[in-house]
């Protein structure tokens, strides 16, 4: 399945690229590219792979601009530290509507093409689904921890082409290899969404699995993915969790490791947790007028931190721009942090974070058996747009997976 080449090369070569023409134009010409004895392996696709299957979108808007086509061209690695990874299976999480939507194009697009050199709509076709998890196909000339044939997983930045798709790009700082334990199914749950509450609880918040044991933690919209996997991580680091959602969720998060749950459509939110002893970390996966009572239940002067994942970091750059947006994000970070600060509490925003080796520590909860996916509903690939529509449906009891490959 794959033509295996020599590339011959010397060190002040190492960061380029060859491109596969150039390289059969030298072999046919009988050109050596460098010495042998600087030699080294790489995987070339076979020349077949020139398009593939992917569902896309050419501009933004509902669901019905959602198109399924057999003709996107086959990725190519453009940098040494990338890899192709066929993918397997894939998910869908709250980002892939809301940038199906158009929300946080001019902040991703500043990314794709921060000195504007491409006109407008180039980002189209555009991929979305930010989880996968596959096989690798081919790496470039700088990776050295994967080759083709090895299980992978990862979670693929918003500003890159996505993962309802045959194949991926990826950097290799971006992949870990897939939990044993886990079919590709599975595993494709949980990348984004455990890298969302690692960025949040460990990254933002500073817990640990030494400094977690017998903290309290507090979690709003405990039955998402986000939700899902931060139970039990905490649960997993000795934290005791209490956790927010709706009473026909509560039989999940109780399985998960959940200690308390509270119904928030059985009253007031706020009354039923004065009855509760005082936080230690808060994470809030809700937002809204959320943010502006929940803080009240921290230990005061404790060192005890509210993290939230909804920020308002996009809208702004989308309604004001580039830098009138970043200007008042700053603002409005820094005036609320200050603001919980003189209460004696910390504020603060967390956000996805792409990270292999942040993988790597979650492969080894996984393979542990602390840490479960949590699989609400699969749709093969030719369902795509169902599964969309699953999501915006809102009352996530984990997550929505898409099969790219048919599974026998």
């Not at 090895?150 to 500003?159: F, H, L, S």
């Not at 009138?324 to 609320?336: A, F, N, R, S």
Request: aromatic letters at 8%; hydrophobic letters at 40%.
């Amino acid at each position: 399945m794959y033509l295996k080449m020599h590339l011959l090369y010397r060190p002040a070569y190492s960061g380029l690229l060859f491109s596969r023409g150039s390289i059969a134009t030298c072999l046919r010409r009988g050109k050596s590219l460098i010495k042998p004895s600087l030699c080294r392996n790489i995987s070339l696709s076979c020349q077949r792979y020139t398009v593939m299957t992917s569902w896309i979108i050419d501009r933004y808007g509902r669901n019905d601009v959602l198109r399924f086509s057999n003709s996107m061209l086959f990725p190519v690695i453009r940098f040494p530290n990338e890899v192709i990874i066929k993918v397997h299976a894939a998910s869908l999480n709250p980002i892939d509507v809301n940038m199906r939507n158009g929300y946080g194009a001019a902040a991703l697009n500043m990314k794709r093409d921060p000195l504007k050199l491409k006109s407008s709509g180039s980002e189209f076709p555009l991929i979305l689904g930010r989880d996968v998890s596959g096989e690798i196909m081919e790496c470039g000339l700088n990776v050295s921890y994967f080759k083709p044939g090895d299980e992978v997983w990862a979670a693929i930045p918003p500003w890159k082409q996505g993962t309802v798709s045959e194949f991926v790009v990826a950097s290799g700082n971006e992949v870990s290899h897939k939990p044993k334990s886990l079919s590709h199914t599975e595993a494709a749950s949980l990348p984004f969404v455990s890298l969302t509450a690692w960025s949040a609880m460990k990254q933002i918040g500073g817990l640990n699995q030494d400094n977690c044991s017998g903290k309290r933690i507090l979690i709003f919209g405990a039955s998402g993915g986000v939700g899902t996997f931060a139970i039990q991580l905490m649960k997993a680091w000795g934290g005791h969790v209490t956790a927010v959602c709706s009473q026909d969720a509560s039989t999940l998060v109780k399985k998960l490791g959940a200690d308390h749950v509270i119904d928030y459509k059985s009253g007031d939110v706020a009354e039923q947790l004065k009855m509760l002893p005082l936080f230690d970390f808060i994470l809030d996966n809700v937002g809204g007028a959320t943010e502006n009572w929940s803080p009240n239940f921290l230990k005061k002067w404790s060192g005890a931190t509210y993290v939230t994942l909804v920020t308002p970091f996009l809208l702004n750059v989308d309604r004001l721009g580039v830098a009138d947006g970043m200007l008042q994000t700053g603002v409005t970070i820094g005036t609320k942090a200050v603001k919980h600060l003189c209460k004696g509490v910390h504020y603060r925003w967390a956000f996805f974070t792409p990270s292999g080796q942040s993988l790597d520590e979650i492969t080894e909860l996984v393979d542990s058996g602390k840490i479960r996916p949590v699989v609400e509903q699969v749709f093969s690939l030719s369902e795509v747009p169902k599964a969309f529509l699953k999501l915006e449906e809102g009352h996530a009891r984990g997550k929505t997976v898409i099969n790219v490959i048919n599974k026998k």
